[in-house]
């Protein structure tokens, strides 16, 4: 099942949207390209499995 989750980029602050695809477990790490500044953002991604409620944090990709 997949979502949709909002993030803010760690470049420039712009909020972004992202699929999230539940079924994936309830936590996961995977690199997402800012819509706005292109530059890529390291998501870590936590799901509550009672009530899926997601929350992102967000840190810079280096290189």
Known sequence: ???TAEFY???CGEENTT???VSQGSQ???IEDCQ?????????VRIDEDSLDIEI???Y???
Do not use: S
């Open 9 to 11: 980029c760690a470049f």
């Open 19 to 21: 699929f999230i695809d």
């Open 61 to 63: 990709e280096e290189g």
């Open 36 to 44: 706005v500044c292109c530059r890529p953002n390291i998501l870590y």
């Open 57 to 59: 944090d967000t840190e």
């Open 28 to 30: 996961q790490k995977y």
């Open 1 to 3: 099942m997949q979502t």
